[in-house]
């Protein structure tokens, strides 16, 4: 079973840095490929960062590539998002989501588990 619990948001200054933290409380978390995908008020869910299960791969949404990194540490079943150069566009609610031992992720990716989210704010 597959359960992921979010941190790490807050309010931040634009230009400023955050990082995300997801960690899974299962017990195979290497086995699955991780992703953040966001939510900002009034628009559908949108595709951030995604790492293969293996590791090998990341795959970036135009809109934060240079800016943000994915990375996991399977050792503590936690996949990271670290946010630097923020914008007031990046402000939304991020979600961590797994899918079992997917390798090529792109932005149509389906995932198959949730978290609850947690609240970025960038201001202005």
């Known amino acids: 079973q597959v359960q992921l619990a979010e941190s790490g948001g807050g309010l931040v200054q634009a230009g400023g840095s955050l990082r995300l933290s997801c960690t899974d409380s299962?017990?195979?978390?290497?086995?699955?490929?991780m992703a953040w995908v966001r939510q900002a008020p009034g628009k559908d869910r949108e595709f951030v960062a995604g790492?293969?299960?293996?590791?090998?791969?990341?795959y970036y949404a135009d809109s934060v590539k240079g800016r943000f990194a994915i990375s996991r540490d399977d050792a503590k079943n936690t996949v990271y998002l670290q946010m630097n150069s923020l914008k007031p566009e990046d402000t939304a609610v991020y979600y961590c989501?797994?899918?079992?031992?997917?390798?090529?992720?792109?932005?149509?990716?389906?995932?198959?588990?949730w978290g609850q989210g947690t609240q970025v704010t960038v201001s202005s």
């Open positions: 989501a797994a899918r079992l031992r997917l390798r090529l992720i792109d932005k149509d990716t389906r995932w198959t588990y």
């Open positions: 299962g017990r195979t978390f290497s086995d699955y490929a």
């Open positions: 790492v293969s299960w293996s590791g090998d791969n990341t």
